[in-house]
């Protein structure tokens, strides 16, 4: 029987080809509606049933449709898969394929910023007989853990997993990707913290083995996070080269959404040095055409407040002041880059005139660093609202 004459109803000749490529497992209902038309018992219809290479290999076919559907965008079938994946690999003790699902299944829950399952799922692979004997796998998990407290604003938990990841990849190559990770995510707290040191000491070994990284999306994620302490650090020539350099390899092409985020970062360092108006709105219209596309709320918030210092900059207050109204908090935006949005609109509003909206941007950012623990950004917040207010004083 063919697609056309299976399909019908709730049923089309797309789905049909889905489920006999195994990229879809129908529910009890449309199982029921396909055995009725293909005239066999339920009981004898089973369109996952393993093929004759065996169930490992069916197994390992279903995983690496879930991939493809992950990739194409269907994170929410893709994480069903997977499940059905681990538990079935657990079940035939194929512990290898059921450590590459739940680690599948962990990067998809993050796609649909499942971050609570992201981490219970990690968190369970930590205890995996698998995980204990490497190094690697070990490294690589809690290298996750310090990211994911990382975009949840837990910086405290995201620098104490970080140096527990690089104290797991420390018997590892300097050049092992799991170490490199490491290392970048290691950087990457430190700077979002404020602890700028640190973060100089950990990224010398990035630099000096810069041509020795195994790929070039590491050679370019080594010059975003080096660019980013530099930014931090005011070494603005410096960092502007660094984000260029990382453009250079961290192609549109291959992640528009990595890419986009990049160009938003590049943009706000030229606008901080003041060196070219016409690169920052140029870089800025590709980054909302990007994030129109495939960004999220927080994606935007991030681009409002850039876009507002630059039409501010461009003597367009009104634009700057729309843009200003449009920073608020936004799933996913973690406090202390909701902070340092904060503290973006409080200078528009400062330069304007809006010297109460301008108070209350600057207070609440100085307390979202406050709660997270970046002690060095608060500071400089809770300095800034004091010069505005002995300003005011003295007006």
Same mark, same amino acid.
């Given at each position: 029987?063919?697609?056309?004459?299976?399909?019908?109803?709730?049923?089309?000749?797309?789905?049909?080809?889905?489920?006999?490529?195994?990229?879809?497992?129908?529910?009890?209902?449309?199982?029921?509606?396909?055995?009725?038309?293909?005239?066999?018992?339920?009981?004898?219809?089973?369109?996952?049933?393993?093929?004759?290479?065996?169930?490992?290999?069916?197994?390992?076919?279903?995983?690496?449709?879930?991939?493809?559907?992950?990739?194409?965008?269907?994170?929410?079938?893709?994480?069903?898969?997977?499940?059905?994946?681990?538990?079935?690999?657990?079940?035939?003790?194929?512990?290898?394929?059921?450590?590459?699902?739940?680690?599948?299944?962990?990067?998809?829950?993050?796609?649909?910023?499942? /971050?609570?399952?992201?981490?219970?799922?990690?968190?369970?692979?930590?205890?995996?007989?698998?995980?204990?004997?490497?190094?690697?796998?070990?490294?690589?998990?809690?290298?996750?853990?310090?990211?994911?407290?990382?975009?949840?604003?837990?910086?405290?938990?995201?620098?104490?997993?970080?140096?527990?990841?690089?104290?797991?990849?420390?018997?590892?190559?300097?050049?092992?990707?799991?170490?490199?990770?490491?290392?970048?995510?290691?950087?990457?707290?430190?700077?979002?913290?404020?602890?700028?040191?640190?973060?100089?000491?950990?990224?010398?070994?990035?630099?000096?083995?810069?041509?020795?990284?195994?790929?070039?999306?590491?050679?370019?994620?080594?010059?975003?996070?080096?660019?980013?302490?530099?930014?931090?650090?005011?070494?603005?020539?410096?960092?502007?080269?660094? /984000?260029?350099?990382?453009?250079?390899?961290?192609?549109?092409?291959?992640?528009?959404?990595?890419?986009?985020?990049?160009?938003?970062?590049?943009?706000?360092?030229?606008?901080?040095?003041?060196?070219?108006?016409?690169?920052?709105?140029?870089?800025?219209?590709?980054?909302?055409?990007?994030?129109?596309?495939?960004?999220?709320?927080?994606?935007?918030?991030?681009?409002?407040?850039?876009?507002?210092?630059?039409?501010?900059?461009?003597?367009?207050?009104?634009?700057?002041?729309?843009?200003?109204?449009?920073?608020?908090?936004?799933?996913?935006?973690?406090?202390?880059?909701?902070?340092?949005?904060?503290?973006?609109?409080?200078?528009?509003?400062?330069?304007?005139?809006?010297?109460?909206?301008?108070?209350?941007?600057?207070?609440?950012?100085?307390?979202?660093?406050?709660?997270?623990?970046?002690?060095?950004?608060?500071?400089?917040?809770?300095?800034?609202?004091?010069?505005?207010?002995?300003?005011?004083?003295?007006?």
């Amino acid at each position: 029987m063919s697609q056309a004459q299976l399909a019908g109803g709730e049923v089309s000749p797309s789905y049909i080809s889905l489920v006999e490529s195994g990229r879809r497992t129908p529910g009890d209902q449309i199982a029921q509606v396909i055995a009725e038309r293909l005239g066999i018992p339920i009981t004898e219809f089973d369109p996952a049933a393993p093929t004759d290479q065996g169930q490992r290999s069916h197994l390992v076919g279903l995983l690496l449709a879930a991939r493809g559907a992950r990739r194409e965008g269907d994170s929410r079938f893709a994480a069903e898969q997977l499940r059905i994946v681990a538990d079935g690999a657990d079940a035939l003790g194929e512990e290898d394929v059921a450590w590459e699902a739940r680690w599948e299944l962990a990067e998809t829950h993050g796609d649909l910023s499942a /971050y609570a399952d992201k981490a219970s799922v990690l968190t369970e692979l930590l205890d995996r007989p698998l995980t204990a004997g490497s190094a690697r796998l070990r490294s690589r998990l809690i290298t996750a853990l310090a990211d994911l407290a990382l975009c949840r604003g837990h910086l405290s938990e995201a620098v104490r997993l970080a140096e527990e990841a690089m104290a797991a990849a420390d018997t590892l190559e300097r050049g092992t990707p799991e170490r490199v990770r490491a290392r970048l995510i290691l950087v990457a707290t430190y700077t979002d913290r404020g602890d700028l040191d640190r973060a100089s000491t950990a990224l010398t070994e990035l630099l000096d083995g810069y041509e020795d990284l195994p790929n070039q999306q590491l050679r370019g994620l080594a010059s975003w996070v080096a660019a980013d302490l530099y930014a931090a650090q005011e070494r603005h020539p410096e960092a502007l080269v660094m /984000y260029d350099r990382a453009a250079e390899v961290l192609s549109p092409r291959v992640d528009l959404r990595l890419s986009a985020r990049l160009s938003l970062a590049t943009a706000a360092a030229v606008l901080t040095a003041g060196s070219d108006l016409g690169r920052v709105h140029d870089l800025l219209r590709r980054v909302r055409q990007a994030f129109e596309l495939i960004g999220t709320e927080a994606d935007l918030v991030r681009l409002v407040a850039v876009e507002a210092g630059a039409f501010l900059a461009g003597g367009d207050v009104p634009g700057a002041l729309a843009r200003v109204a449009e920073i608020a908090d936004a799933p996913d935006l973690p406090p202390h880059e909701l902070a340092s949005c904060l503290m973006a609109a409080g200078l528009v509003q400062q330069v304007v005139g809006g010297h109460q909206g301008a108070e209350k941007s600057y207070r609440r950012a100085a307390e979202l660093f406050d709660d997270v623990g970046a002690f060095r950004k608060s500071a400089a917040a809770w300095r800034t609202l004091a010069d505005l207010l002995s300003a005011r004083a003295t007006a």
